[in-house]
T-cell receptor, first 115, second 109 residues
Framework: IAGITQAPTSQILAAGRRMTLRCTQD?????MYWYRQDLGLGLRLIHY???????GKGEVPDGYSVSRANTDDFPLTLASAVPSQTSVYFC??????????????FGPGTRLTVL | GQNIDQPTEMTATEGAIVQINCTYQ??????LFWYQQHAGEAPTFLSY??LDGLEEKGRFSSFLSRSKGYSYLLLKELQMKDSASYLC??????????WGAGTKLIIKP
C-alpha cells in the first residue's frame, strides 16, 4: 500500500441499510478526516481524528459515526442510510494536528448511492 | 458564518495564463491552501500560503492578502492536462479546513 486506500470504490445501497466505508493509510499520519463532496458544494468535514483513540465531529456529523482504534484505520459507518447521504466520500490524512502546512492527503474516494 | 467564494467556471486557451480568485470570510486564519482535482479523482495539494505575498512553484503561483481576505492561483503556460477543478481552502481557528466549491477550469486548444 502507498498512501491512502478506500473501499469500496463505489456502492449502491438501499435506504435503511447499514454501511461501513473503509479507509487505511500507511504514512503513519496522526490525523485522519472524512469528507463528503456534493456537486456545487465544497468538501464538508464529517468527522475527524487528531490521533488514535480520539475522534471529533465536523460540520455534518449527523447520521455518521467513526472509530480510530489504531493509527492506520479510520472507518466511517452509516447506521441507517438515507438518500441524502448519496455523495462521494473522501478520506484524508495529515502528519500532525495543524502546525505548519500540515497538508492533507486524500484517498481515491468512495461513490455512494442510497436508493 | 464562514464563507469561501470562487468563480464556478473559467475558460482559457492552451499556452495562456489564467488567474483563479478566492475570497474568504472565516473565524480565524491559519493558512490557505490550493488543491487540484481532476474529474473523478481525489484532490491533490498544490500550494500553501500563510504569510502575505506570492509563492511560486514552477508554472503555478499563489498569492495571499490576509487584510483583504483574498488569494489567487496563477497558472502559466497552460497545458491541456491543467483542465481540472481548483479548490481553495482556509484553515480556521479550530484548525479545520473550510473549502470553497471549486473552480472548474476548461482549457481550449
Amino acid at each position: 500500500i502507498a498512501g491512502i486506500t478506500q473501499a469500496p470504490t463505489s456502492q449502491i445501497l438501499a435506504a435503511g441499510r447499514r454501511m461501513t466505508l473503509r479507509c487505511t493509510q500507511d504514512m503513519r499520519h496522526n490525523a485522519m478526516y472524512w469528507y463528503r463532496q456534493d456537486l456545487g458544494l465544497g468538501l464538508r468535514l464529517i468527522h475527524y481524528s487528531n490521533t488514535a483513540g480520539t475522534t471529533g465531529k465536523g460540520e455534518v456529523p449527523d447520521g455518521y459515526s467513526v472509530s480510530r482504534a489504531n493509527t492506520d484505520d479510520f472507518p466511517l459507518t452509516l447506521a441507517s442510510a438515507v438518500p441524502s447521504q448519496t455523495s462521494v466520500y473522501f478520506c484524508a490524512s495529515s502528519d500532525s494536528t495543524g502546525q505548519g502546512a500540515d497538508t492533507q492527503y486524500f484517498g481515491p474516494g468512495t461513490r455512494l448511492t442510497v436508493l | 458564518g464562514q464563507n469561501i467564494d470562487q468563480p464556478t467556471e473559467m475558460t482559457a486557451t492552451e499556452g495562456a495564463i489564467v488567474q483563479i480568485n478566492c475570497t474568504y470570510q472565516t473565524s480565524g486564519f491559519n493558512g490557505l491552501f490550493w488543491y487540484q482535482q481532476h474529474a473523478g479523482e481525489a484532490p491533490t495539494f498544490l500550494s500553501y500560503n500563510v504569510l502575505d505575498g506570492l509563492e511560486e512553484k514552477g508554472r503555478f503561483s499563489s498569492f495571499l492578502s490576509r487584510s483583504k481576505g483574498y488569494s489567487y492561483l496563477l497558472l502559466k503556460e497552460l497545458q491541456m492536462k491543467d483542465s481540472a477543478s481548483y479548490l481553495c481552502a482556509v484553515r480556521d481557528s479550530n484548525y479545520q479546513l473550510i473549502w470553497g466549491a471549486g473552480t472548474k477550469l476548461i482549457i481550449k486548444p
